[in-house]
């Protein structure tokens, strides 16, 4: 991370927004919702625990009971549903971006992840099944 940064606490975690998801960069995903809104998707996926592992974490924004969007593809042609957070040891960071589980396998979230989504009943089996494979989907 380059450059000073605003830090915020958020369930007990220092959280950084990142520019490069923020300021138009045509090789990083971009968020669309507010910083404020994206500390708030930290802030559940930690509380719901959301949670792959020490250093990775998945968020979604939740308008009532249905997933809404938060942020758009790097090529612009998709409109992006998952956020993906990342935790750092040294120093002790995290911060996300809008997660493209088309383009990056990587941005698939883990089955423990999917498999409560579902049982939660934040996303319908069929979804979780498209998203696992990396296909599109609409909430």
Known sequence: MSGIQ???????????HKDDHRNGSTVKSQWIISKERERDIFSLAMSSAWKDGDQKAWGLFMHGTTVSEIGYAVDRSRILYLAKFVGAEQPAMWHGYPADHQANNADIPCNSILKA???????????????????????
Do not use: D, F
């Open 117 to 139: 989504w579902m049982s939660e009943n934040v996303i319908p089996k069929a979804a979780i099944s498209r998203i696992a494979k990396g296909k599109s989907w609409t909430p």
């Open 6 to 16: 605003e830090q915020y606490t958020v369930a007990a975690l220092v959280y950084v």
